[in-house]
């Protein structure tokens, strides 16, 4: 009975939510909505994210670097070497001679990062724990040098530009808007798609393994199938994130996506609640804004360096440590508690 | 490929190699002590490093002679060291490990952010107490101060096993390390002697720091390149055994170099990628490092 | 359930498996919370931790006996003297160990990890009698060894309590051999005394000798 009421309370949420974002245009100005645009894009990575190292214990410093790849991915297919050559850089023979749709190279982007992240995963079987964690650090370290070498496939230091995307069909929309609500709607469907693998067989194998995987042998899991799947899916959701990213940005170059943000992406993760999909949003809303107001406190008549930023991000994930290892989804819980409990009795 | 190999640039390759592996066995052994105790890996070592290193600069910016500032320094480290234990992590200490490196991440985040904050982005210049000279070995030019580098760093090393080794409270901080339980039962005040190691991974940090800060230059991030290849030496060594860490260390800063000034391929911007590609090579040969204890995992 | 162990006493504590009598030893060192008193030598121990306990007196050789299995046998017995002040107590309270156990000078620096389970269990209880307790704890010191070498520990045991009037508390399943080293003995069952009273008075009692005893 709980259960369901927890459910429906929680589909009501989710539907007030997407109304939310889907008048949010008409209240805010357009520099907002680009902040907001970013919350999505910050979601659909930090969704993935908390696959692999919430629901599967795999810790991850490095999804910086596969929204990287992403966004790089997106950008050459965009440009093409058409697109490439009028920015006077030699482009590889490997892309294709005119760019292509946005819209899917969105989708391709996410397949590839996928599947690279599906070969990261299957050497990273043999890592643990620590080992795990240096190696996806090592990664994000190394990204940004990575793609300045490889400057025929990425463009190099000088970075692409990309050019604003238009509505399809020939809507007569903003591209700002058509922007947001394109993030939106894919983070949409890719909440969608998460919940129901959590919520299903995949979801209780992860947990599984990450909660003690001889255990989980022992109850007929195969452990390696489900963690290489983890690190796919959850490098897929960053590399989305990332083409997103660099459309909405507009240009992409190595530092886009430096250490600094894997880093801040694992911090936002266990901020919202780790191995929860309710608390996502927190932890989305917090990366984008929180640097933000560090800065600049809305309440306080005082303007911050901007080195204040990373003081306060690392400070509240160390009071969530001591005060709240569940994180934000974990107060909201505390909070929804007695609303569900109200609820069962009026149901039952 | 340089134009013609010498040895005598070979020679030099290896001499700044080993001081710059000293460098890394110093924040690597800082890991491991801190890991055996406790199994957590302290991502905040390297920005505590630079912390120190810091407070080191504004001593001798102030007019303190560079001995005394670099004593003053180490006596700082460790009391920090000690009063992060027991402030910071003793609370959270029965957590699970994900928790704990969590709040160390948190803590690298801080404290980079505070460096930043306090002195500015700016690089600052930071001295070197060994002349920039060279001195002729065996027809070799080697460099004064990667000499003094390798035997101040190596020498701490060797300070600190010889305290480990014959000293009472060394040897019950290895007991902790081996077996906690135990310990307590033997009287150990077990959470001063991961106090004890955090202070003694305090000041192998600051020694790396401030050993590092004259070639690399002093700025907020100055560390994290440091600490990644520390921690790829620890886990090179085998992430529970302190020789492993000084040995992981060494090789890898020999390793590096020479593959960087030797294979084109690398160069210098892929230095880091290829190390940590060398040492994803051999982990997955060998899960426990080169000296590390195989965990058999018994159901 | 409760307890007493006077001065010079050998102590058994007896029972099956899981009726609690490792526990009972992990309470009052301090290794697991409880709920009661705890009272050593006059003084309240009920909340101290674990090293404090030490501290005051009481060593407890756990189950499984508790080596620093990567340690050097005389570096185990250094941490043995610990409690004490490591570098005079050891000095002091080596010789009187080495007659008790002649080969531990021969082998001490061999790592205390490849000794045999007899070895191991000496070695345990030797480390134990450097800090001079005021009671001494055995968690099981029969398990996993051959009779011979159980019989000897025992007899050691028995020696120490004899010579030096150590208070031992023996936690066994062996009963046969505990109650002969033991003065009393208590029965415990799922976390409850049943039977307490003399070791002879024990032996002659008919639910001891059915369950414990064999016959």
């Known amino acids: 009975m709980r259960r369901s009421v927890t459910t429906v309370l929680g589909l009501l949420v989710v539907a007030a939510a997407g109304v939310v974002v889907a008048l949010l245009p008409r209240a805010v100005g ?73 819209i ?83 983070a949409g469907i890719l909440l969608l ?36 799947l983890a690190f796919g899916i959850s490098s897929a959701y960053a590399g989305v994130a990332g083409a997103l990213f660099a459309i909405q940005n507009a240009y992409i170059n190595p530092d886009t996506f430096p250490l ?37 406190p809305p309440l306080l008549h005082a303007s911050f360096a901007k080195q204040a930023a990373p003081v306060v991000f690392g400070v509240v994930l160390m009071v969530i440590v001591f005060l709240l290892p569940g994180g934000a989804a974990s107060l909201l819980r505390r909070l929804a508690r007695p609303l569900v409990a109200l609820a069962s009795r009026r149901a039952g | 490929m340089p134009l013609f190999f010498t040895w005598t640039d070979f020679a030099q390759q290896i001499t700044s190699g080993l001081a710059a592996g000293a460098v890394y066995a110093s924040l690597a052994l800082a890991l491991v002590l801190i890991y055996q105790t406790t199994n957590v890996v302290n991502f905040a070592q390297g920005e505590m490093a630079t912390l120190t290193t810091y407070i080191a600069w504004t001593l001798m910016d102030r007019g303190l002679p560079y001995w005394p500032a670099f ?69 070799v030019a080697v460099s004064v101060r990667d000499i003094g580098t390798f035997c101040v760093c190596l020498g701490t090393v060797v300070v600190l096993w010889l305290f480990f080794r014959f000293t009472t409270l060394g040897l019950a901080m290895r007991a902790v390390a081996f077996n906690p339980a135990a310990s307590r039962l033997m009287g150990v005040r077990v959470g001063w002697m991961l106090a004890l190691g955090w202070g003694f991974a305090a000041v192998l940090g600051a020694i790396a720091g401030m050993m590092a800060a004259p070639s690399i230059f002093l700025d907020p991030d100055m560390m994290i390149v440091v600490l990644i290849y520390a921690f790829a030496a620890a886990v090179l060594g085998g992430i529970d055994s302190p020789i492993g860490a000084v040995v992981g260390g060494l090789l890898l800063g020999v390793v590096v170099n020479l593959l960087g000034a030797y294979v084109d391929f690398v160069g210098q911007e892929l230095r880091l990628p290829t190390a940590l590609a060398v040492l994803l090579v051999v982990l997955i040969v060998r899960p426990t490092g080169l000296f590390g204890r195989v965990h058999v995992r018994r159901v | ?60 050789v756990p189950e499984g006996r508790g080596l620093f299995a990567e340690l050097s046998v005389w570096e185990n017995l ?35 990890g490849t000794l045999s389970g007899g070895e191991q269990q000496m070695l345990a209880l030797a480390r134990a009698l450097v800090g001079r307790p005021r009671l001494l704890m055995l968690d099981e010191p029969s398990l996993g060894l051959a009779p011979t070498v ?44 049943a039977i307490e009273g003399e070791s002879g008075d024990l032996r002659r009692h008919e639910g001891v000798r059915k369950s414990y005893l064999g016959y």
């Open chain 1, 193 to 228: 798609v998460a919940w129901l693998l959590v919520r299903g067989r995949v979801g209780r194998a992860w947990r599984g393994i990450r909660d003690g995987e001889v255990a989980a042998v022992s109850s007929g899991v195969n452990p390696s199938v489900y963690k290489t």
């Open chain 1, 104 to 186: 899917w190279t969105i989708a391709i982007a996410g397949l590839v990062t996928g599947i690279i992240g599906y070969l990261f995963g299957l050497p990273a079987l043999r890592l643990a724990g620590v080992s795990l964690a240096l190696a996806t650090f090592a990664v994000a370290v190394s990204m940004p040098q990575i793609t300045k070498r490889f400057d025929h496939l990425t463009g190099g230091g000088g970075g692409l530009s990309l050019p604003l995307p238009q509505a399809p069909f020939g809507w007569d929309i903003s591209p700002s808007h058509w922007l947001y609500y394109e993030a939106w709607v894919t």
């Open chain 1, 30 to 102: 357009e520099f907002r909505l680009g902040q907001f645009t970013y919350v999505a894009i910050y979601f659909i990575a930090l969704l993935g994210l908390n696959i692999l190292t919430g629901y599967n214990g795999q810790i991850s410093l490095g999804h910086g670097a596969f929204m990287a790849i992403g966004g790089y991915t997106s950008a050459v297919l965009i440009l093409g070497r058409s697109g490439f050559g009028l920015a006077g850089q030699h482009p590889s023979h490997v892309l294709p001679e005119h760019g292509v749709r946005p």
């Open chain 2, 71 to 139: 004593a003053l320094t180490l006596a700082i480290a460790f009391g920090g060291g000690v009063a992060v234990e027991r402030v910071l992590i003793r609370p959270v200490e029965h957590r699970p490990e994900l928790v704990i490196v969590i709040l160390t991440i948190g803590m690298l985040i801080a404290i980079n952010g505070l460096t930043g904050w306090i002195w500015g982005p700016e690089v600052k210049l930071f001295d070197s107490p060994f002349p920039n000279s060279s001195v002729i070995v065996g027809g």
């Open chain 3, 78 to 112: 250094r941490m043995g003297a610990y409690v004490r002040g490591e570098r005079r107590t050891i000095r002091g309270e080596a010789p009187r160990v080495f007659k008790y156990f002649p080969w531990m000078e021969r082998r001490r620096n061999q790592q205390a």
């Open chain 1, 260 to 296: 600094t943000l894997s880093i801040l992406l694992l911090a936002s993760v266990v901020i919202g609640g780790l191995s929860s999909l309710s608390g996502v949003i927190v932890g989305a809303l917090v990366l984008e804004f929180l640097p933000i107001y560090a800065q600049d």
């Open chain 3, 150 to 193: 159980v019989t000897e520990i025992f007899r050691i045991v028995k020696e120490l309590n004899a010579e030096e009037g150590l208070t031992v508390l023996v936690v066994e399943q062996n009963a046969n051999v505990a109650l002969d080293a033991a003065a009393r003995a208590y029965v415990l069952e799922v976390g409850q005394v």
């Open chain 3, 1 to 60: 359930m409760s307890l007493h162990v006077d001065d010079g006493e050998i102590v058994a504590l007896l029972g099956a498996n899981g009726a609690g009598k490792t526990t009972t030893l992990r309470a009052v060192s301090g290794l697991v919370r409880h709920t009661g008193g705890v009272v050593f030598a006059g003084r309240q121990l009920s909340r101290a931790r674990a090293d404090s306990v030490a501290r005051a007196g009481v060593a407890h």
